[in-house]
């Protein structure tokens, strides 16, 4: 069973600037089967990313993801209000499916 | 537009049963497989359980096994999650979600493309 383990748990910073957000695995993750999604208060998650790194339909270019293996990030460029959102890995290459703790990011 | 509307949430005893329903529409439902996940209150995420197309595979996270069953029904389009002899670790907002899967193997498409606005389910005496 993998485990996912995202930091930071929170992230503050101002409009404009960069985020990175860290999801690491207990074990390698086949064939890079990792997605990122979006979560807003209230609301259900949104998808953003898929295998690691492609980004689902309508997503901005501002969101990019990378890694392999391990290790993987979610960058956000230019950092908007509308990202103030808490930001959740997970691993879909062997069962359980399993998700990450989740990064709070705040927009200060 | 692809939309999903659970329903059936609410109040239960421990070891009572519920129902929740999915109600999808905007793309072909009998085509792709379907999942339930869960979100504690305050808490991260939580895959439950997926199914087949045609219902003949179904997969549940251990803690759910021998308890609930997911099914569906293609000529409603409506996706359901039977749950019994709930507990009150199961309380939670109970999200049924569309895998961007249309195959008969969905390996390397076990994640969600579309969620639904969720139901709560609680679980106290």
């Known amino acids: 069973e993998i485990v996912l383990t995202q930091s930071p748990g929170t992230l503050s910073l101002s409009p404009g600037e960069r985020a990175t957000l860290s999801c690491r695995a207990s074990q390698s993750v086949s064939s890079n089967y990792l997605t990122w999604y979006q979560q807003k208060r209230g609301q259900a998650p949104r998808l953003l990313i898929y295998g690691a790194s492609s980004r689902a339909t309508g997503i901005p270019d501002r969101f990019s993801g990378s890694g392999s293996g391990t290790d993987f990030t979610l960058a956000i460029s230019r950092l908007e209000p509308e990202d103030s959102a808490v930001y959740y890995c997970q691993q879909y290459g062997s069962l359980p499916l399993a998700f990450g703790g989740g990064t709070k990011v705040e927009i200060k | 537009e692809v939309q999903l509307v659970e329903s059936g949430g609410g109040l239960v005893q421990p070891g009572g049963s519920l129902r929740l329903s999915c109600a999808a529409s905007?793309?072909?439902?009998?085509?792709?497989?379907m999942s339930w996940v869960r979100q504690a209150p305050g808490k991260g995420l939580e895959w439950v359980a997926h199914?087949?197309?045609?219902?003949?595979?179904?997969y549940y996270v251990d803690s759910v096994k021998g308890r609930f069953t997911i099914s569906r029904d293609n000529a409603k389009n409506s996706l359901f999650l039977q749950m019994n002899s709930l507990r009150t670790e199961d309380t939670a907002v109970y999200f049924c979600?569309?895998?961007?899967?249309?195959?008969?193997?969905?390996?390397?498409?076990?994640?969600?493309?579309?969620w639904g606005q969720g139901t709560l389910v609680t679980v106290s005496s």
């Open positions: 905007g793309f072909s439902f009998s085509t792709y497989w």
């Open positions: 199914i087949k197309q045609d219902g003949s595979e179904k």
């Open positions: 979600a569309k895998m961007p899967c249309t195959t008969t193997s969905c390996y390397g498409f076990l994640y969600f493309d579309y």
